[in-house]
T-cell receptor, first 113, second 115 residues
Framework: KQEVTQIPAALSVPEGENLVLNCSFTDSAIYNLQWFRQDPGKGLTSLLL?????REQTSGRLNASLDKSSGRSTLYIAASQPGDSATYLCAVVSSGNTGKLIFGQGTTLQVKP | GAGVSQSPSNKVTEKGKDVELRCDPI?????LYWYRQSLGQGLEFLIY????????KSGLPSDRFSAERTGGSVSTLTIQRTQQEDSAVYLCASSRNQGNAGELFFGEGSRLTVL
């Protein structure tokens, strides 16, 4: 059974720092991995989708990497801003043919001005 | 529409009542998913639709939960005889692609509180 773990559960950094959020999964046979952002009381916003054949994806100040063999992904946020404060969720599609995502518990990020 | 739309955004009900939650996916998206997000439980898959059929219902927690999708578009999640443990945020997502290639886009969710 696929399990997704995110470390740390919470992170507080001063504005301007570069930071890394970690995601690990137990079954390396994944189809893709997706990073989301969730603001309090809101739905999920898709940030980056990495297909199993890809190593990384970039969008603005965000860069996500994927190492399937070791069961790991990282989300790198450059020059963090207070507006980046949110919960970041990692999810994988790992079995069947339904595109069903299995989620981690998330990392709650606070960027202090 | 521009994004996934869910209604109601908030629903407070009494234990034992039935509730219906609605999801309107992004136009042209054939795949639709329902998830539940409970405090301390994370995001839990409930059901997947491809068109109007539901090939994966494995996440529905009990037979009090059912869902349908009509016209390959709007979906309704129904919870019968609600219990306090059903209190959660119910999130709907849609994807353009069939199978495992697609990117999922989520709605804002319906927050259900069962008193």
């Amino acid at each position: 059974k696929q399990e997704v773990t995110q470390i740390p559960a919470a992170l507080s950094v001063p504005e301007g720092e570069n930071l890394v959020l970690n995601c690990s999964f137990t079954d390396s046979a994944i189809y893709n991995l997706q990073w989301f952002r969730q603001d309090p009381g809101k739905g999920l916003t898709s940030l980056l989708l990495i297909q199993s054949s890809q190593r990384e994806q970039t969008s603005g100040r965000l860069n996500a990497s994927l190492d399937k063999s070791s069961g790991r992904s990282t989300l790198y946020i450059a020059a963090s801003q207070p507006g980046d404060s949110a919960t970041y969720l990692c999810a994988v599609v790992s079995s069947g043919n339904t595109g069903k995502l299995i989620f981690g518990q998330g990392t709650t990020l606070q960027v202090k001005p | 529409g521009a994004g996934v739309s869910q209604s109601p955004s908030n629903k407070v009900t009494e234990k034992g009542k039935d509730v219906e939650l609605r999801c309107d996916p992004i136009s042209g998206h054939t795949a639709l998913y329902w998830y539940r997000q409970s405090l301390g439980q994370g995001l839990e898959f409930l059901i997947y639709f491809q068109g109007n059929s539901a090939p994966d219902k494995s996440g529905l927690p009990s037979d009090r939960f059912s869902a349908e999708r009509t016209g390959g578009s709007v979906s309704t999640l129904t919870i019968q005889r609600t219990q306090q443990e059903d209190s959660a945020v119910y999130l709907c997502a849609s994807s353009r692609n069939q199978g495992n290639a697609g990117e999922l886009f989520f709605g804002e969710g319906s927050r259900l509180t069962v008193l």
